[in-house]
């Protein structure tokens, strides 16, 4: 049964192959380069204070909602306690 | 999925201020969010691989250029709304955080979460960044959660990123 398949066998088709991905990536990169305006060197001072103000915020977040977790667990065993009595 | 060493150099020569930006401006902050929820407690290895971030940043541009060639050319500027979208999504794939806790560390359960959850978290705080606002505190856990347990296809997470940080971004 014959196979017919675009994968490259020699090394020049490789080589090709791999300049082909590459320009097309490259340009990729370089269009959307141009549609960023972000400012990202201010973005990026003051980033300690930011992180510091997050991991208060952040802790609380997670630390309320194991502690509601838990409270729900609790619940639904007594529940479930309940009506099994 | 990953950028081969040869296009970097390539991408870096030609287009390095950018890239190079939004490099160290995601590093930084990795940096910083990492040392400051983990660096105290010994039992705890913090690792950050800048090949990976590398990797977010290029995949990053790469989904800017074929969103605007696809569905959006009348707008000049990519909105921040998009770049968090984008950004947030390739953090989450490529998760270049990891936290690994020792089996007799005594870290606090909280603590334990946020090292399951660190790229999540990290991507969600970096989108907060990049809009400069903060995601009220039931929607920042829900999407720390979808990001972590939702299967998505690619389409799906970009909607529901943009629904969600987009939604924030404008309003």
Same mark, same amino acid.
């Given at each position: 049964?014959?196979?017919?398949?675009?994968?490259?066998?020699?090394?020049?088709?490789?080589?090709?192959?791999?300049?082909?991905?590459?320009?097309?990536?490259?340009?990729?990169?370089?269009?959307?380069?141009?549609?960023?305006?972000?400012?990202?060197?201010?973005?990026?001072?003051?980033?300690?204070?930011?992180?510091?103000?997050?991991?208060?915020?952040?802790?609380?977040?997670?630390?309320?909602?194991?502690?509601?977790?838990?409270?729900?667990?609790?619940?639904?065993?007594?529940?479930?306690?309940?009506?099994?009595? | 999925?990953?950028?081969?060493?040869?296009?970097?150099?390539?991408?870096?020569?030609?287009?390095?201020?950018?890239?190079?930006?939004?490099?160290?401006?995601?590093?930084?902050?990795?940096?910083?969010?990492?040392?400051?929820?983990?660096?105290?407690?010994?039992?705890?290895?913090?690792?950050?691989?800048?090949?990976?971030?590398?990797?977010?940043?290029?995949?990053?541009?790469?989904?800017?250029?074929?969103?605007?060639?696809?569905?959006?050319?009348?707008?000049?500027?990519?909105?921040?709304?998009?770049?968090?979208?984008?950004?947030?999504?390739?953090?989450?794939?490529?998760?270049?955080?990891?936290?690994?806790?020792?089996?007799?560390?005594?870290?606090?359960?909280?603590?334990?979460?946020?090292?399951?959850?660190?790229?999540?978290?990290?991507?969600?705080?970096?989108? !907060?960044?990049?809009?400069?606002? !903060?995601?009220?505190?039931?929607?920042?856990? !829900?999407?720390?959660?979808?990001?972590?347990?939702?299967?998505?296809?690619?389409?799906?997470?970009?909607?529901?990123?943009?629904?969600?940080?987009?939604?924030?971004?404008?309003?």
């Amino acid at each position: 049964m014959p196979l017919y398949t675009d994968l490259p066998t020699t090394d020049a088709e490789r080589q090709k192959m791999l300049n082909r991905a590459l320009t097309d990536r490259t340009r990729c990169v370089a269009i959307g380069n141009q549609f960023d305006n972000f400012d990202y060197s201010t973005a990026k001072n003051g980033i300690n204070d930011f992180v510091e103000a997050s991991f208060q915020r952040i802790t609380s977040i997670i630390t309320e909602t194991m502690e509601s977790f838990d409270g729900s667990a609790t619940q639904a065993t007594r529940s479930d306690h309940n009506n099994l009595r | 999925m990953g950028v081969p060493h040869k296009l970097r150099d390539q991408i870096t020569t030609i287009y390095g201020k950018k890239i190079g930006e939004k490099n160290d401006f995601i590093v930084e902050h990795a940096l910083a969010f990492l040392k400051r929820f983990f660096f105290d407690d010994a039992s705890i290895t913090i690792v950050l691989s800048s090949d990976q971030i590398y990797d977010v940043v290029l995949n990053y541009f790469v989904d800017i250029q074929r969103f605007k060639e696809r569905r959006d050319m009348q707008e000049e500027q990519t909105s921040s709304g998009k770049i968090a979208a984008f950004t947030a999504k390739w953090l989450v794939k490529f998760k270049p955080l990891s936290v690994v806790i020792q089996p007799n560390s005594q870290a606090s359960e909280a603590t334990t979460f946020i090292a399951r959850h660190i790229n999540e978290i990290f991507a969600v705080s970096h989108a !907060e960044r990049i809009l400069g606002k !903060e995601f009220p505190r039931k929607l920042f856990l !829900e999407l720390v959660l979808d990001f972590r347990q939702k299967k998505f296809s690619e389409t799906q997470l970009y909607m529901v990123l943009e629904q969600h940080i987009g939604y924030y971004a404008h309003n």
